[in-house]
């Protein structure tokens, strides 16, 4: 899902990298740590907190980054997560930037199908604007 958001795209991607601010404006998001960071100082493992309509989880992320954003995947499973990967790229549009974020997760949660796509697409539509507002 893609949202417009009223800044240059490396003031947002700094924004997003800050993982540490992340339980201050992400939907669901009531605690997040980085645990490790690379040789330029970004986040590659934080710790997650998630409190959605369905669930409570805590777990670990390890992220990637690229020129134009990131990527994260759960590395082992928790009491609600089976598999989690997701990605953020920014791209500039001449003072403004197009954010984009992909998101798939496996629950272990004995939902309908439709339920958990459904979680998926409200945490993707919060999470875009969410960030537009943030600028």
Same mark, same amino acid.
Do not use: C
């Given at each position: 899902?893609? =949202?417009?958001?009223?800044?240059?795209? %490396?003031?947002?991607? !700094?924004? /997003?990298?800050?993982? @540490?601010?992340?339980?201050? $404006?992400?939907? +669901?998001?009531? @605690?997040?740590?980085?645990?490790? *960071? %690379?040789?330029?100082?970004?986040?590659?493992? !934080?710790? /997650?907190?998630? %409190? =959605?309509?369905? !669930?409570? %989880?805590?777990?670990?992320?390890d992220y990637t980054h690229t020129e134009d954003g990131?990527? $994260?995947?759960?590395?082992?499973? #928790?009491?609600?997560?089976?598999?989690?990967?997701?990605? $953020? #790229?920014? =791209? @500039?549009? +001449?003072? *403004?930037?197009?954010a984009t974020m992909r998101l798939t997760v496996d #629950?272990? /949660?004995?939902l309908p199908g439709f339920v958990q796509r459904k979680? =998926?697409?409200? #945490?993707?539509?919060?999470?875009?604007?969410?960030?537009?507002?943030?600028?």
């Amino acid at each position: 899902m893609s =949202v417009t958001v009223n800044a240059p795209a %490396d003031e947002v991607l !700094a924004f /997003l990298r800050d993982i @540490d601010n992340q339980k201050n $404006w992400f939907p +669901g998001n009531s @605690d997040s740590e980085v645990l490790e *960071r %690379d040789e330029n100082g970004l986040p590659t493992k !934080a710790r /997650l907190v998630n %409190d =959605v309509k369905v !669930a409570k %989880d805590e777990f670990v992320l390890d992220y990637t980054h690229t020129e134009d954003g990131f990527s $994260w995947h759960l590395p082992e499973p #928790t009491r609600v997560q089976k598999t989690q990967e997701g990605s $953020w #790229t920014v =791209v @500039d549009q +001449g003072g *403004r930037s197009e954010a984009t974020m992909r998101l798939t997760v496996d #629950t272990s /949660l004995p939902l309908p199908g439709f339920v958990q796509r459904k979680t =998926v697409k409200d #945490t993707l539509k919060g999470a875009t604007s969410a960030l537009a507002k943030q600028f």
